[in-house]
């Protein structure tokens, strides 16, 4: 059975980072509402929206890392 938490709960590798920024910036730029208070030119650009939240740790995606069978809740709490 698959563990819901682990170690690494608050650590992202490089590749799960730009994964995660790139996805949540298509979601921005596709419409989404944008979860952190950001300044009026910042909200132009949403790679940085995503930066920002990832940041902040209220993006809304799950990692699932397949060699280890774990889910992982990437928001920082």
Partial sequence: ???????????VNRFERARIIGARSLQISSGAPILVPVEPEEALDPIKVAEKEFEAGTIPITVLRAESGTTEDKRRR
């Fill in 1 to 11: 059975m698959p563990s819901t938490a682990s170690s690494s709960a608050q650590q």
